[in-house]
């Protein structure tokens, strides 16, 4: 490995830390970068082994790391939801650039004081959304830029997902909407589903009739209906219409519901075709009467992350993959999602089906992937598609929004 080469810390071991942590020693092996140190409270029986096997620092206290590991570039902050901003801002302090998991923060004031910081220190700061590849983010926006689709008008996204009981008993914070008095909105759109809410807002941004820096893509309202089969405080069916800056109207669907889970997608429609991604990184363009699929698979999203952070600290990239300017469209609709709805509605206990197998859903709502998808079809929130159990909301503005919570209530 050459003495030049970039390293980083790793703040949070657990959870998803641990596949940071295997990552970042699989590339380390590969001579990409070095992982100097790692920080956390309690180090799970997961990440232990490999942390003991590979001889690595731990700290207990990030604060202690941050002060002790001066010669470390960036920093990847993979801890609580509300752990987030305070632990990136204090990184950024001690002079280090950051990958941020996702979501940023709970709420738009804590995204907005990470940018002020980032500024003032001249630290970068990346956010983990799994986003499309960029070559399928070329691909979409070529497509749609070309004219091919016609005027994008609308663009859809799909997320069928299960989730058990005990996925909602893996952290005390889990499903809830504060713990230990700090908000962090646990639910199916700002946790499991996030990447591909994200994922529409970045399309939105990249075909948006804008300034350059998509500000086309800002959102200015948003309705969301949001509701809970399982007995959690959050959210874990949600639909959400957000109308953004240049016209375009966003629909996102969402359940932890279903009985079995299917490929998220992405579709943008235009007056003259539609284009479709999915996770697996496919895009399908439907135009002149013709249909045409491309594989634009890249590999492991956690390296292109870290390769760009890397290189856009050298500056021989100009851009972050998902910077935090672009992932607080993410927090702004998400808070005006909460704001919409006022509060999480339960599900009726006649239309759910409740299990603790380890293998089936937490609770399953009758018919979920019928009507999720005939909503999505429609463009329609699940109340407008004559869904029983659902019940309309207000549209909540956000084009001037700076603070949560504004008009949803938490629960008592």
Same mark, same amino acid.
């Given at each position: 490995?050459?003495?030049?080469?970039?390293?980083?810390?790793?703040?949070?071991?657990?959870?998803?830390?641990?596949?940071?942590?295997?990552?970042?020693?699989?590339?380390?092996?590969?001579?990409?970068?070095?992982?100097?140190?790692?920080?956390?409270?309690?180090?799970?029986?997961?990440?232990?082994?490999?942390?003991?096997?590979?001889?690595?620092?731990?700290?207990?206290?990030?604060?202690?790391?941050?002060?002790?590991?001066? =010669? #470390? /570039?960036?920093?990847? @902050?993979?801890?609580?939801?509300?752990?987030?901003? +305070?632990?990136?801002? *204090?990184?950024?302090?001690?002079?280090?650039?950051?990958?941020?998991?996702?979501?940023?923060?709970?709420?738009?004031?804590?995204?907005?004081?990470?940018?002020?910081?980032?500024?003032?220190?001249?630290?970068?700061?990346?956010?983990?959304?799994?986003?499309?590849?960029?070559?399928?983010?070329?691909?979409?926006?070529?497509?749609?830029?070309?004219?091919?689709?016609?005027?994008?008008?609308?663009?859809?996204?799909?997320?069928?997902?299960?989730?058990?009981?005990?996925?909602?008993?893996?952290?005390?914070?889990?499903?809830?909407?504060?713990?230990?008095?700090?908000?962090?909105?646990?639910?199916?759109?700002?946790?499991?589903?996030?990447?591909?809410?994200?994922?529409?807002?970045?399309?939105?941004?990249?075909?948006?009739?804008?300034?350059?820096?998509?500000? =086309? #893509? /800002?959102?200015?309202? @948003?309705?969301?209906?949001?509701?809970?089969?399982? +007995?959690?405080?959050? *959210?874990?069916?949600?639909?959400?219409?957000?109308?953004?800056?240049?016209?375009?109207?966003?629909?996102?669907?969402?359940?932890?519901?279903?009985?079995?889970?299917?490929?998220?997608?992405?579709?943008?429609?235009?007056?003259?075709?539609?284009?479709?991604?999915?996770?697996?990184?496919?895009?399908?363009?439907?135009?002149?009467?013709?249909?045409?699929?491309?594989?634009?698979?890249?590999?492991?999203?956690?390296?292109?992350?870290?390769?760009?952070?890397?290189?856009?600290?050298?500056?021989?990239?100009?851009?972050?993959?998902?910077?935090?300017?672009?992932?607080?469209?993410?927090?702004?609709?998400?808070?005006?999602?909460?704001?919409?709805?006022?509060?999480?509605?339960?599900?009726?206990?006649?239309?759910?089906?409740?299990?603790?197998?380890?293998?089936?859903?937490?609770?399953?709502?009758?018919?979920?992937?019928?009507?999720?998808?005939?909503?999505?079809?429609?463009?329609?929130?699940?109340?407008?598609?004559?869904?029983?159990?659902?019940?309309?909301?207000?549209?909540?503005?956000?084009?001037?929004?700076?603070?949560?919570?504004?008009?949803?209530?938490?629960?008592?």
């Amino acid at each position: 490995m050459t003495t030049d080469m970039r390293s980083a810390l790793l703040i949070g071991t657990g959870g998803f830390g641990n596949v940071h942590l295997r990552e970042l020693t699989r590339l380390e092996d590969e001579g990409v970068l070095r992982l100097a140190a790692a920080s956390d409270v309690r180090v799970p029986e997961q990440s232990a082994k490999l942390i003991a096997d590979r001889g690595l620092r731990v700290y207990g206290d990030y604060r202690e790391m941050l002060a002790a590991e001066t =010669g #470390a /570039d960036f920093v990847i @902050v993979c801890t609580p939801i509300q752990l987030h901003a +305070p632990m990136c801002r *204090d990184a950024m302090e001690a002079g280090y650039h950051v990958l941020l998991e996702k979501p940023p923060s709970a709420m738009i004031q804590d995204v907005d004081a990470i940018s002020e910081t980032a500024r003032r220190t001249g630290k970068l700061c990346g956010v983990n959304f799994f986003a499309p590849s960029r070559s399928a983010l070329e691909r979409i926006e070529r497509t749609a830029v070309s004219g091919d689709i016609g005027r994008v008008h609308s663009i859809k996204g799909l997320s069928l997902l299960t989730r058990t009981h005990a996925y909602f008993n893996r952290t005390p914070w889990a499903g809830k909407l504060r713990a230990n008095g700090a908000v962090v909105l646990d639910g199916a759109f700002h946790n499991p589903a996030a990447h591909l809410l994200y994922s529409m807002l970045k399309m939105a941004e990249l075909v948006s009739d804008s300034d350059g820096k998509g500000s =086309g #893509a /800002d959102p200015l309202r @948003v309705t969301a209906e949001m509701y809970h089969a399982n +007995p959690i405080e959050s *959210d874990d069916t949600t639909s959400m219409r957000i109308e953004l800056r240049n016209g375009t109207t966003l629909c996102f669907y969402v359940t932890l519901c279903a009985r079995q889970a299917e490929t998220q997608r992405v579709r943008l429609e235009g007056t003259e075709g539609a284009i479709e991604w999915d996770y697996n990184d496919r895009v399908t363009v439907w135009s002149k009467g013709e249909t045409r699929t491309f594989d634009c698979a890249e590999g492991s999203i956690l390296e292109r992350r870290y390769r760009n952070l890397m290189r856009a600290v050298e500056g021989s990239e100009d851009r972050l993959d998902v910077s935090i300017e672009s992932a607080r469209r993410f927090t702004l609709a998400a808070n005006g999602a909460f704001e919409s709805a006022g509060l999480i509605r339960t599900v009726p206990p006649a239309f759910v089906v409740r299990s603790t197998g380890d293998d089936q859903p937490g609770s399953y709502i009758h018919g979920i992937e019928a009507t999720l998808k005939e909503a999505f079809a429609a463009g329609q929130l699940l109340s407008e598609a004559g869904a029983p159990w659902a019940e309309p909301s207000t549209p909540y503005d956000v084009s001037d929004y700076r603070q949560f919570p504004q008009r949803f209530r938490f629960p008592e």
